[in-house]
């Protein structure tokens, strides 16, 4: 098994083909909200987003959308992926934890964390997506955190003291 470092379980453990990104498409969105979500950071009415998408040798297409809430910094986060892109072109996208450490590598003089971490996570969530429909399982199960007791039907943000429903369902 040639498995990524920080994964206990082998790509072709789970009939995952090899594959490589042959392209990295980052797409701004702004998108207005469709009622008031009570947010004390919400100072405009549209949500900032950037939709990540990985195009592979084998047809497949990640797909991530990273929300930046209120937009103002959002060509900051879109220009911070496009950077990393390069490192992600050519790479296996099951094996993503190579990506994660030759990207912090990268941006390390950015500091480890803030906007060079989020860029990061935008690309990562795209190979994890791309990860799970080449074993044909939701990116959810795949990591393992499904549970059939549970239901949640509401966005839960908790660290910022709030708790309301993105798109008002």
């Known amino acids: 098994c040639l498995s990524d470092w920080s994964s206990d379980v082998c790509s072709s453990d789970l009939g995952i083909p090899r594959m490589k990104i042959t392209s990295v498409v980052v797409a701004p969105m702004r998108v207005p909200y469709l009622c008031d979500i009570g947010a004390p ?12 998408l990985l195009r592979t040798d084998e047809g497949l297409v990640g797909e991530n959308l990273l929300i930046a809430v209120n937009g103002k910094r959002l060509s900051v ?17 099951t094996l993503s934890a190579g990506f994660a450490e030759d990207a912090r590598l990268d941006t390390r003089h950015l500091g480890p964390s803030g906007v060079s971490l989020i860029g990061i996570g935008a690309i990562e969530g795209a190979m994890l997506d791309l990860r799970a429909k080449a074993a044909g399982l939701p990116a959810h199960k795949l990591l393992g955190a499904f549970r059939e007791d549970r239901k949640s039907t509401r966005l839960n943000s908790s660290h910022l003291g709030i708790s309301y429903a993105v798109f008002c369902l």
């Open 77 to 93: 986060i879109v220009e911070m992926i496009r950077s990393l892109a390069p490192l992600a072109v050519g790479r296996d996208p």
């Open 41 to 52: 950071f919400s100072t405009t009415e549209q949500l900032g987003a950037a939709a990540v």
